[in-house]
């Protein structure tokens, strides 16, 4: 009976260890994700900022996929209304440049507010 009560305490150990291992994993997957917020003057429209290769270019849609291949992530932006740096517009951007964005999320859309394109 105290050989099934140990066996039974160890596993529950065990289990209890792992998953806190795993959870700790997450929380610092999440935090290498995070995004900066940078707060315009004069209003209350928060921006973030993403930087990356561009993955590809919809001319059609107006869209622009970034992709971080350190992190294994990517975004696509809609850069209707963006203002751009280094270039001068969206077909002046191809597969494979470094871009900067600074975006605003609205309503599950990221909305590109300015796209720096790299040298």
């Known amino acids: 009976m105290k ?12 289990a209890a260890g792992c998953a806190g291992t795993c959870l700790a994993a997450d929380a610092t997957r999440q935090d290498k994700h995070q995004v900066v917020l940078q707060e315009k003057p004069g209003g209350t429209l928060k921006t ?3 930087q990356g290769a561009v993955n590809a270019v919809n001319l059609d849609s107006k869209t622009i996929e970034v992709i971080k291949k350190s992190m294994d992530i990517g975004l696509v932006f809609a850069a209707s209304n963006a203002v751009f740096k280094g270039c001068k517009d969206l077909k002046d951007i191809k597969v494979k440049d470094t871009v900067t964005v ?3 999320v609205k309503l599950g859309r990221s909305i590109a507010m300015v796209i720096t394109k790299g040298k």
């Open 3 to 14: 050989k099934k009560i140990l066996v039974v305490s160890a596993a529950a150990l065990f």
């Open 48 to 50: 973030a900022i993403f």
């Open 102 to 104: 600074e975006y605003d």
